[in-house]
């Protein structure tokens, strides 16, 4: 949620207001509020996100599963699809 406050172009008062009201929801909700961090650096999530390279593929059962996991340490991220789907499926 504060990640999408620093997103938009809020004024002082805006983000501050939002700031207060989030803390709000965390106190009502039983959280503390102090653990609240708002940090105005910008973060290298996005950065990181990029630089990662992808590998798709099609699940298939615990076969797919094995070899993902070869690829767990590695900087490949891994996604599942499949063959299954309502497009390709006939209708009866």
């Not at 999530?45 to 593929?57: L, M, S, T, V």
């Not at 797919?64 to 309502?86: C, D, E, G, M, V």
């Amino acid at each position: 949620m504060i990640n999408r406050m620093n997103k938009h172009q809020l004024s002082k008062s805006s983000k501050e207001q939002e700031y207060n009201t989030i803390r709000q929801i965390m106190y009502n909700n039983k959280y503390n509020p102090s653990t609240l961090n708002i940090s105005k650096a910008k973060r290298t999530g996005k950065q990181e996100k990029k630089d990662k390279k992808r590998a798709k593929f099609t699940y298939t059962g615990k076969e797919t599963r094995f070899i993902a996991k070869l690829f767990k340490n590695s900087p490949i991220r891994i996604s599942f699809t499949t063959n299954n789907t309502i497009g390709k499926n006939p209708q009866t």
